[in-house]
T-cell receptor, first 119, second 108 residues
Framework: NAGVTQTPKFRILKIGQSMTLQCTQD?????MYWYRQDPGMGLKLIYY???????DKGEVPNGYNVSRSTTEDFPLRLELAAPSQTSVYFC??????????????????FGDGTRLSIL | GIQVEQSPPDLILQEGANSTLRCNFS?????LQWFHQNPWGQLINLFY???GTKQNGRLSATTVATERYSLLYISSSQTTDSGVYFC??????????FGAGTRLFVKA
């Protein structure tokens, strides 16, 4: 199993450009997450999804969009890149037997990250 | 919202020493995880521990949910233990909140 795969690993964007960060997992996990990690800081949740067709905002969703058309894929889109979005982006997935059972979530598995610089 | 505080923020150990990292959280949580971020930036899940004690080799963790803290113990530290250790809690609504981390450097 590859686990959680993120592409690209590195990217430099100009202000105002758009791009999509790809994330795919092969563990049949129903939950997926996008985080950003700024230098010297912990991770902050951008968006999450509890299953195909269902997404919701995390702590810092402004400037980003997501979609979840399949169980495996959870792309993150930046429409108008801004310098404040320079960060390392991590995708993660986990399994929960039922999204209404709040304390049943299982450990999160992370991808290796995408380092994004906006100049 | 819920606050997650980790201590100490930085820690330098001589190889072979033991250490305890602490995570305090300000409200009841559904679950708690400990992660290690290695110097290459990769995040590895160490423990999923909403309560009780777990051990995995030289690492163990204890969460006392009623007192809102968790401890990560590292025994006989090795240089490969260097990196950042994060505590993350599930605050409900499927949102995970990370602490700022403890940066550990183990000297040979």
């Amino acid at each position: 199993n590859a686990g959680v795969t993120q592409t690209p690993k590195f990217r430099i964007l100009k202000i105002g450009q758009s791009m999509t960060l790809q994330c795919t997992q092969d563990m049949n996990h129903n939950y997926m997450y996008w985080y950003r990690q700024d230098p010297g800081m912990g991770l902050k949740l951008i968006y999450y999804s509890v299953g195909a067709g269902i997404t919701d905002k995390g702590e810092v969703p402004n400037g980003y969009n997501v979609s979840r058309s399949t169980t495996e894929d959870f792309p993150l889109r930046l429409e108008l890149a801004a310098p404040s979005q320079t960060s390392v982006y991590f995708c993660a997935s986990s399994y929960s037997p039922g999204h209404k059972i709040h304390n049943s979530n299982q450990p999160q598995h992370f991808g290796d990250g995408t380092r994004l610089s906006i100049l | 919202g819920i606050q997650v505080e980790q201590s100490p923020p930085d820690l330098i150990l001589q190889e072979g020493a033991n250490s305890t990292l602490r995570c305090n959280f300000s409200d009841s949580v559904n679950n708690l995880q400990w992660f290690h971020q290695n110097p290459w930036g990769q995040l590895i899940n160490l423990f999923y521990i909403p309560s009780g004690t777990k051990q995995n080799g030289r690492l163990s963790a204890t969460t006392v949910a009623t007192e809102r803290y968790s401890l990560l113990y590292i025994s006989s530290s090795q240089t490969t233990d260097s990196g950042v250790y994060f505590c993350a809690v599930d605050a409900g609504g499927f949102k995970t909140i990370f602490g700022a981390g403890t940066r550990l450097f183990v000297k040979a």
